[in-house]
């Protein structure tokens, strides 16, 4: 199966290579197109698994910027069951399978695909993206497919609307009242906290700590919480590439990585050098104060804002983990030989990221300020108590603890 991969770039649509895929395997085969290559200020879609040359390119799984605008657990899932009742022409054989099932309109960064040279942009259920008044649909077709009651009016319901997005936890594609494309995450019914909640709380308090966060709303929808965060990887009705720090580094899917790792992509590939890294470390120091153990290196996103060049983009799913829960969520590692994450650690390898000792104590207080005031915030939020009471050891640990002792 061959499939003509674009990007669309600076307001206009180019097209970049074709992508083979050998039936019944993982691996396939890229090349860019000649008129790509010949193109003043071309650039590899894929900065160290597709390097811009001429010729053929293997793998023996998807490249890893196709594979970040493609779906995680919840998309695959909705998918799998599309083909087991018809709903879709074929079934996915291959991680390309999944890609090119989902909705070009709302699909993550700037890469489209179509099979037809002549014919429409790969959204084979693509229906118009919902307004946000429509979130009680989405959740109740979610439920169906949590408790595996969905009909094949649900799934296309899903399907059509966008809601395969990357990610393993329920969600959809909206547009909000202005017309600006956003994500609802919706609850699961097996939920043992108000995960919407935790996350907005987080974001907020992100943003307190001096943060660039994704724009963020917690709502509630039949009487259950839902976060919408706008999307970052659209500028008006532009695309902007994306890739996560998974690809930018050319790790494999599941490597767990390391925060100096994406400094030192930082360092090869960025755009502001000495900016993004300030704000890595900000980044890291906060999670490790809050608790977010959602951290992996797919939830570190990076935006072409210059040709070749990529930065970092506004933080997004972060998510505090109470203790009880954090044995089974890893946390990715500050450094590359390092497996207990403290402030000390944190602190000794501060110079990685430019800084000297003064300024990362600085950024040190700004973060210990901002999630000692998670409980106000979070009543300001309007999150009850008994929400904010589950949440209390992600916010109030030893961690903790050693950072006000430093600050």
Not at 87 to 112: C, E, F, M, N
Not at 231 to 251: K, Q
Request: glycine share 8%; proline share 7%.
């Amino acid at each position: 199966m061959s499939t003509e991969v674009h990007i669309d770039w600076e307001g206009e649509t180019y097209f970049v290579g074709l992508l083979h895929g050998a039936p019944h395997s993982p691996s396939v085969t890229f090349e860019y197109a000649a008129e790509w290559l010949n193109r003043r200020g071309a650039f590899a879609i894929d900065p160290t698994g597709l390097p811009l040359q001429s010729g053929p390119q293997h793998s023996g799984s998807l490249f890893g910027a196709i594979q970040d605008c493609g779906p995680d657990r919840w998309g695959r899932v909705l998918i799998e069951r599309a083909a087991r009742k018809g709903i879709l022409d074929q079934k996915p054989y291959q991680d390309i399978d999944y890609v090119v099932a989902l909705d070009d309109t709302s699909r993550i960064g700037a890469l489209r695909f179509r099979s037809d040279p002549k014919g429409p942009f790969l959204a084979p259920h693509a229906g118009k993206i919902p307004p946000i008044v429509q979130l009680g649909a989405f959740l109740n077709a979610a439920d169906a497919v949590h408790g595996e009651s969905e009909t094949a009016k649900d799934l296309r319901y899903l399907l059509g609307q966008g809601s395969p997005l990357g990610g393993a936890r329920p969600k959809s594609a909206i547009l909000l009242r202005d017309g600006r494309l956003a994500i609802a995450k919706f609850p699961k019914p097996d939920d043992t906290r108000e995960i919407a909640a935790g996350e907005i709380l987080a974001l907020t308090l992100a943003a307190r700590a001096g943060i660039q966060v994704a724009e963020h709303q917690l709502i509630a929808v039949n009487h259950r919480s839902v976060s919408i965060v706008v999307r970052f990887d659209r500028d008006g009705p532009h695309r902007l590439p994306f890739l996560s720090a998974n690809s930018l580094l050319g790790l494999p899917p599941g490597e767990p990585g390391a925060y100096t790792m994406i400094a030192d992509g930082i360092r090869q590939l960025g755009d502001d050098f000495a900016g993004d890294l300030r704000e890595l470390w900000r980044r890291l120091i906060f999670s490790l104060l809050a608790s977010n153990y959602d951290d992996h290196l797919r939830n570190h996103g990076f935006l072409m804002r210059r040709s070749g060049r990529w930065a970092l983009s506004p933080a997004y799913d972060m998510n505090p983990v109470p203790e009880i829960d954090r044995t089974q969520t890893p946390k990715t590692a500050i450094t590359e030989d390092q497996e207990v994450p403290t402030i000390a650690v944190a602190l000794d390898v501060a110079s990685r990221f430019g800084l000297k000792p003064e300024e990362a104590v600085a950024i040190l207080r700004d973060c210990v300020v901002a999630v000692a005031a998670w409980r106000k915030i979070g009543r300001q939020l309007r999150i009850p108590a008994s929400t904010l009471n589950a949440y209390a050891t992600a916010f109030e640990h030893p961690l903790m603890e050693e950072a006000q002792k430093i600050a």
